[in-house]
């Protein structure tokens, strides 16, 4: 069956219509909010001046101000820091942003004093009942285990003392992990992210040891016993999609087969040695394997069967909560990265990077922060300000638009748009996935 | 003024549209004071249901003395009747209060008292407040009705300084208690916090559990002028526009234009016969309380008076009705047949007012039912009056309106009028009394789809012309045009109510002998119409000019004479003298 493709890009970025098979639906883009709209109401709207195009949609009820204005936040505390515990790296994975684990400096892991600033840090800004995380990030963090135990440790006892919650993560090639590791991670309630490009070859072209061998069948051997111990704890896989493994129906098939938590993909879009960047014909490629993940998962809500396609998941909670955002991500904003010698980044990716410097742990954020804010809201972008997708995207990942810019546009917004008549089809099919009580329970 | 975007119905999806789309009805925020509270009950809550909870941990229901007892029924069992016992989470008894009453009552509802209250029927025996003590029984024992318990217990006060005790009684099924009383102690609820809601200890529900629902069992009852749920009395049968005549009319004017009674029983075909003149009389054939609730989606929708079925078609356009060819045409017949018109109906319905009789002298020994008809008619035919007197504003407003500084007031009466089916036949105007022929002839000028129905049909026609004419002047043709369905109405009423005062000898008992009197007997009256000529062209004239405040004033002035005009033509008429309100009467 061939459709004509949808017009994702047109009408000035204040509406994006799209077709289900219940109908003609909208998203009004201000304040996401999704409608069903009669048929013909597209080509009614395309046939409006801006006057009247602004009447109907002030007629939707929102209220005289946007639902996001122009300004930064102001004096955001830091909520969530990323440590780079071990600035190093047993894998030579073929695109990586911290080339090869060192960001480009000298190897090197994190000493105590840093660490501890971090978690003081995170402390002092914090008041009671307030939810703080920490990520440890690498390089492969586990190269550094004893500081990440004593910095949970620690973290868990001042957060405790001073009424707080915590939340922890780790992000691991998964080669080091050892039994206790597990045991740790489930006593602190971790959610563990693996790195896994594919299955087995697929897996291996892209994350091979620094001799050259494979990693996939070491990591398996050592990530199983996690699974089957997780309760507190979340194992999650993560795959970077390059040309190199585009079969992702069957890799999220065998994830959640083997009892991941959650499984996701995202795709390479910069690399520093430019090595697998995903091009144009390689984004659309991965936009029709991602919508065949997206038919899976549908179909798995529908049979009311758990399928965790985080992706996809991420993406129906947040169309149907009407997310609206001016920054793709809380980095520079309440989410910073910390290198080994204690600089503080705005995310884990900008690590040793003077584009996205901002201070030290022990200082806290410099003016530069407020710079970086002012400058990467999603109405400064000037691509952005009249896609129908800027509050659902953001505007990009801060670290590949400043490295690449904006290649993979079409490719969010066709992502977002098969999203939104998914959220329509579940939300007919199964309103109880959203939480809503189905009709026949309330009779 | 560019058009604006059609409204396109859309349905809010996702929480943000949903939060964000205003939905009709009542802000969150409104409050009890600002909306429809009452106890008839009112539309938002009713405000008895507070009293229910009046004292921490009961709940009462107002029970009220039965209107037709079965015999078989338990006796007295009208009063406070203690529903159940709700202490769990009543807000005012936490389990962990330091007060001493909170903690009795607490330790009575979970001990004894409570397992006691939980068997047989018990009902409020007396409360006490200060030294007044208020016994819920007449001297014979004889228990109140629950609303008139529920006054009392809406006399009491909430507040830490006013305590209040009372005592609960069991009655037997014979009405008779038997066993001994229970007495707690404890305070008044206060039904609102500082900020105005409602206190927690009301259920979801539990204030608007008592309203009526405009569709449910008593909906039968509910009266045409009971503004938040009525519903028609009469109404006219459906007609299939197709099957209308060529003139407009119906092919079978009977069946369209019998006044049915809409709650009838017998929806056939077979039932649409006319209704009776009282609700009393229709009674038997309407459907039944408990019918209302399966049948109510059988009830038409009424649209100007008529059941429709599956599909309205508003405005059905009379046949043949064009549009003035020009303004100017349409203005000129405005000017000298339309405007006089109004003014000679006005005339002669006024003076046929004049010759109904005085209720108050009605020969009701003869008659018992002739005051009440005459009141009626009496009532109905100023109406009407005045409605031809609104016309004669409003196509004199439409002359403005078109003609600007052109405009000069019309306010002479015409000497024919035209009317009937059709192309209709020219009559002389003339001032008669409201006999059986006359009656006859106002149906006949007033019917809809007649001659003079479909001349302002035309200027409907015409005004509707968005690109060509200002809205307002449209809907003021408009209302011209559909009052003259509510003039027949009323003229075939007063046709079917006196009809039978006609006996064919004599003058009917609801006139009385009126003539045309000459200008020199009625110099005073005509005068005063002069007077009210005078004032309404300035009236007009200011008016046109935008002069409102002017235009006010003579207006009042107008009214002022008109007042004295009817009384002077009561008078006249008591002496059998009618108003010449023209010269060239033709007796």
């Known amino acids: 069956m061939t459709q004509a493709p949808p017009d994702l890009r047109g009408l000035a970025g204040a509406a994006h219509f799209f077709d289900t098979q219940h109908g003609q639906h909208m998203l009004a883009v201000d304040g996401s909010r999704v409608f069903d709209v009669p048929p013909g109401s597209a080509a009614a709207w395309s046939g409006w001046d801006a006057a009247q195009q602004a009447a109907f949609l002030s007629g939707l009820g929102a209220g005289d101000a946007p639902y996001i204005d122009d300004a930064p936040p102001q004096d955001m505390p830091v909520r969530s820091l990323s440590l780079a515990v071990a600035q190093k790296c047993n894998l030579a994975c073929t695109y990586c942003y911290a080339s090869g684990g060192d960001f480009g400096a000298p190897a090197r892991n994190m000493p105590w004093a840093v660490a501890k600033a971090s978690v003081d840090r995170l402390i002092a800004e914090a008041e009671p009942g307030v939810r703080i995380n920490l990520a440890y990030l690498g390089g492969e963090p586990l190269i550094n285990r004893d500081l990440i135990r004593r910095t949970t440790e620690y973290a868990t006892q001042q957060a405790q003392a001073k009424g707080v919650r915590t939340g922890f993560s780790i992000t691991t090639n998964g080669t080091l992990l050892r039994s206790e590791d597990g045991e740790f991670f489930e006593q602190h309630g971790f959610a563990v992210t693996i790195s896994l490009d594919g299955i087995g070859a697929a897996h291996d072209r892209l994350r091979p040891y620094r001799g050259g061998r494979g990693s996939f069948d070491v990591i398996l051997k050592r990530v199983e016993p996690l699974l089957a111990r997780q309760k507190r704890m979340q194992v999650g896989a993560r795959v970077t999609v390059t040309p190199q493994n585009m079969d992702l129906p069957e890799t999220l098939d065998r994830f959640v087969a083997m009892g991941f938590h959650s499984v996701g993909f995202s795709p390479m879009l910069t690399a520093p040695n430019g090595q697998h960047e995903l091009d144009k014909p390689g984004l659309d490629q991965m936009l029709a394997q991602m919508i065949r993940c997206g038919q899976a998962f549908e179909a798995a809500v529908i049979a009311g069967r758990r399928y965790p396609f985080s992706n996809m998941s991420a993406a129906m909670h947040e169309i149907h909560r009407g997310t609206h955002r001016p920054y793709p991500c809380g980095a520079g904003a309440g989410y910073f990265g910390v290198s080994a010698d204690g600089g503080l980044f705005a995310c884990h990716r900008f690590v040793e990077d003077a584009d996205g410097a901002m201070g030290t742990v022990t200082d806290g954020p410099d003016p530069r922060r407020e710079a970086w804010l002012s400058d990467r809201h999603v109405h400064r972008q000037p691509p952005c300000t009249t896609c129908w997708a800027r509050y659902l995207c953001g505007g990009g990942c801060h670290h590949e638009v400043i490295h690449r810019g904006r290649p993979a546009c079409d490719y969010i917004r066709g992502w977002l748009h098969y999203c939104l008549q998914a959220y329509i089809r579940l939300s007919e099919a199964r309103p109880d996935y959203f939480g809503a009580v189905p009709a026949a329970a309330q009779a | ?587």
């Open chain 2, 1 to 587: 003024m560019p058009d604006q975007p059609k409204p396109i119905r859309v349905k809010p999806r996702n929480l943000t549209a949903r939060a964000a789309y205003r939905v009709p009805g009542n802000p969150a925020n409104t409050r009890l004071d600002g909306s429809v509270g009452n106890c008839f009950p009112g539309l938002e809550m009713d405000v008895r249901d507070l009293d229910r909870r009046f004292f921490p941990g009961l709940v009462f229901n107002a029970v009220r003395v039965p209107l037709n007892p079965v015999p078989e029924a338990p006796k007295n069992t009208q009063g406070f009747h203690l529903v159940f016992v709700d202490y769990m989470y009543d807000p005012m008894l936490p389990d962990d209060s330091s007060e001493d009453w909170v903690q009795t009552l607490l330790s009575a509802y979970r001990g004894d008292i409570g397992t006691k209250l939980g068997t047989g029927r018990w009902f409020l025996s007396w409360v006490q407040q200060g030294e007044r003590r208020i016994d819920m029984h007449d001297e014979d024992g004889t228990p109140y009705d629950g609303m008139m318990v529920w006054r009392f217990i809406r006399s009491l006060e909430a507040g830490s300084d006013n305590p209040v005790s009372l005592a609960l009684v069991r009655r037997n099924h014979e009405g008779i208690v038997d066993t001994e009383p229970v007495e707690l102690h404890g305070y008044r609820r206060r039904y609102r916090t500082e900020a105005g809601v409602f206190s927690d200890a009301y259920d979801p529900g539990e204030l608007t559990q008592s309203l009526c629902n405009p569709w449910s069992h008593d909906f039968r009852d509910c009266g045409c002028h009971y503004w938040p749920s009525n519903h028609p009395d009469v109404v006219m049968a459906e007609t299939d526009p197709a099957h209308a005549l060529p003139t407009g009319q119906s092919y079978n004017p009977i069946k369209a234009e019998t006044y049915l009674d809409w709650l009838r029983s017998d929806r056939s075909p077979a039932g649409n016969v006319a209704a009776f003149n009282t609700v009393e009389q229709n009674r038997p054939f309407q459907i039944d309380h408990y019918q209302v609730n399966q049948m109510w989606s059988d009830l038409p929708i009424v649209v100007e008076g008529r059941e429709t079925g599956e599909v309205y078609e508003a405005d059905i356009d009379l046949p043949d009705v064009l549009p003035y060819p020009s303004t100017a045409e349409m203005i000129a017949d405005l000017r000298t047949r339309l405007a006089p018109m109004e003014m000679t109906l006005s005339l002669q319905y006024l003076y046929a007012y004049f010759t109904l009789a005085d209720p108050e002298t009605a020969d009701t020994a003869r008659w018992p039912t002739l005051k009440d008809d005459l009141i009626f008619a009496r009532r109905a035919l100023i109406e009407v009056a005045i409605g031809e007197m609104t016309h004669m504003r409003c196509a004199n407003q439409l002359l403005w309106e078109l003609q600007g500084k052109d405009y000069k007031p019309v306010l002479t009466p015409a000497k024919t009028l035209r009317f009937g089916p059709g192309p209709g036949k020219v009559y002389p105007r003339s001032l008669r009394p409201l006999t059986t022929e006359a009656i006859d002839d106002f149906i006949e000028i007033e019917r809809p789809g007649g001659y003079i129905d479909r001349a302002y049909a035309r200027c409907v026609a015409t005004l509707e012309q968005r690109d060509l004419y200002e809205r307002h002047l449209y809907t003021l043709a408009v209302r011209i045009d559909t009052d003259g369905d509510e003039h027949y109405l009323r003229f075939r009423q007063m046709k079917e109510v006196l009809a039978k005062y006609n006996t064919g000898e004599g003058l009917p008992a609801y006139l009385r002998p009126v003539e045309v009197g000459t200008e020199e007997q009625a110099r005073h009256a005509l005068d005063i119409f002069d007077n009210v000529k005078e004032g309404l062209h300035d009236a007009y004239v200011s008016e046109a000019g935008k002069d409102y405040p002017e235009a006010q004033d003579y207006l009042s002035q107008v009214r002022a004479e008109m007042k004295i005009l009817r009384d002077e033509g009561e008078k006249l008429a008591a002496d059998q003298i009618g108003i010449p309100f023209w010269p060239d009467h033709d007796p």
